[in-house]
Structures are given as structure tokens and as C-alpha cells.
T-cell receptor, first 116, second 114 residues
Framework: AQKVTQAQTEISVVEKEDVTLDCVYE???????LFWYKQPPSGELVFLIR??????QNEISGRYSWNFQKSTSSFNFTITASQVVDSAVYFC?????????????FGSGTKLNVKP | DSGVTQTPKHLITATGQRVTLRCSPR?????VYWYQQSLDQGLQFLIQ???????AKGNILERFSAQQFPDLHSELNLSSLELGDSALYFC?????????????FGSGTRLTVV
């Protein structure tokens, strides 16, 4: 069965600290896609990154970086030097290339509080 | 602005009523997806339309229905509303019938049933 687990319900850090948001997934498909979305207090869902199952290269985008490890079925997200504007709920999601290709399975989200 | 437009942004209605949520996909996108975000269930896939045809169904109640019109906008109809239907309803769109390249989400409609 497809499942995305974000075990950290809420994390609080002080500005400029680094923080890692964990995501563990389950799927039987060999080809799948992983995503991270940000939901700020205003409510909209903002796309951050998409990762293919056959590309384990880590990615860095400014203060954001992602660590994809198929061996542990994890796709963790690190924010370096966090800022107050990073405060939001972050969702990890899985989409499969097989039968259920047209829907996402979202984790329950991790609420990140960045304090000044 | 993501390009996906959802109206209304907020809706307050009484139990037993019926409401219609509207979504205009990003220009050029043929697929529309509906998701429900509630406190207890998280983000749940409801239904997908591709170029006017229903393509996939998720955890959508029988009291709920949707359609996609020739101009590609979509409507989600919620009837016999219950308190538990209070949630944020998101629409997303993509160019293909597959969400593998990621969706673009609208800003959501917050439904409050009182």
C-alpha cells in the first residue's frame, strides 16, 4: 500500500538554525515521484520540489536541500539558516507511475515554527 | 498567483444545504483534481477530470459530485452538508492526465458548515 509518513508533527527552531523535516514513504511501484509542498499560514499549497525514483541525486536550491535515499525510502528536506518566513506546514507527497498515477498520497504534514 | 483560480475563497453554510465550489485550471492544463484537507483526515484525493471526462476517484462521498465543462473549468458539488464536511477544498491542475510532473494548486475554498 502507498503511504507517506511524516513523523514530526511540529518542530520549533530559532531563526538561523538548520532544520530537517523527515519523510518516509511506502510503495510497491518501481517508478514513482516524490514531492514537497509548503503551506504557509495563508493556506495555499506551494510546490517546492519533484524527485523521480530513478534519480537519487541530492538537490540544493538556495537554503533548501533534499536528501533522497531509496535504500531507506526516505526523502528528507533540510532548511539551512531558517528564517521566520519559513514558518509553515510542509507536506511530503508520493505519486506512482503505475495504476494510481493520477493522485498524490500526502503525508500528514510537519508544522515548522521559526522564532525570531 | 498560481494560475489556478478557486471561488469562493470562503463559504459558510448550514447543515443540510448544498454548495458548489468552482475551479478554473491554469491556462493550457487539461486535468483538474480535487482534494479535501480536514484536520482529522489530512489531504485526501477526491476526484480527477481530464478534458471533460472523469479519470479517477478517491475518497469521495456519494453526497459529493463533480464535473468538468467544455471550457475546462470544474465544479465540485457538495450536498446534504454535515458538520464534518467543514474543510479546505483544493483544486489542482496539470497539463497531462498524469500528475507526475506535479500539480499546480489553487488557494483553496474554506468551507464551514454550521
Amino acid at each position: 500500500a502507498q503511504k507517506v509518513t511524516q513523523a514530526q508533527t511540529e518542530i520549533s527552531v530559532v531563526e538561523k538554525e538548520d532544520v530537517t523535516l523527515d519523510c518516509v514513504y511506502e510503495t510497491r511501484d518501481t517508478t514513482y515521484y516524490l514531492f514537497w509542498y509548503k503551506q504557509p499560514p495563508s493556506g495555499e499549497l506551494v510546490f517546492l520540489i519533484r524527485r523521480n525514483s530513478f534519480d537519487e541525486q541530492n538537490e540544493i536550491s538556495g537554503r533548501y536541500s533534499w536528501n533522497f535515499q531509496k535504500s531507506t525510502s526516505s526523502f528528507n528536506f533540510t532548511i539551512t539558516a531558517s528564517q521566520v518566513v519559513d514558518s509553515a506546514v510542509y507536506f511530503c507527497a508520493l505519486s506512482e507511475a503505475g495504476r494510481n498515477f493520477n493522485k498524490f498520497y500526502f503525508g500528514s504534514g510537519t508544522k515548522l515554527n521559526v522564532k525570531p | 498567483d498560481s494560475g489556478v483560480t478557486q471561488t469562493p475563497k470562503h463559504l459558510i453554510t448550514a447543515t443540510g444545504q448544498r454548495v458548489t465550489l468552482r475551479c478554473s485550471p491554469r491556462s493550457g492544463d487539461l486535468s483538474v483534481y480535487w482534494y479535501q484537507q480536514s484536520l482529522d483526515q489530512g489531504l485526501q484525493f477526491l476526484i480527477q477530470y481530464y478534458n471533460g471526462e472523469e479519470r479517477a476517484k478517491g475518497n469521495i462521498l456519494e453526497r459529493f459530485s463533480a464535473q468538468q465543462f467544455p471550457d475546462l473549468h470544474s465544479e465540485l458539488n457538495l450536498s446534504s452538508l454535515e458538520l464534518g464536511d467543514s474543510a479546505l477544498y483544493f483544486c489542482a491542475s496539470s497539463f497531462t492526465d498524469r500528475g507526475l510532473n506535479g500539480y499546480t494548486f489553487g488557494s483553496g475554498t474554506r468551507l464551514t458548515v454550521v
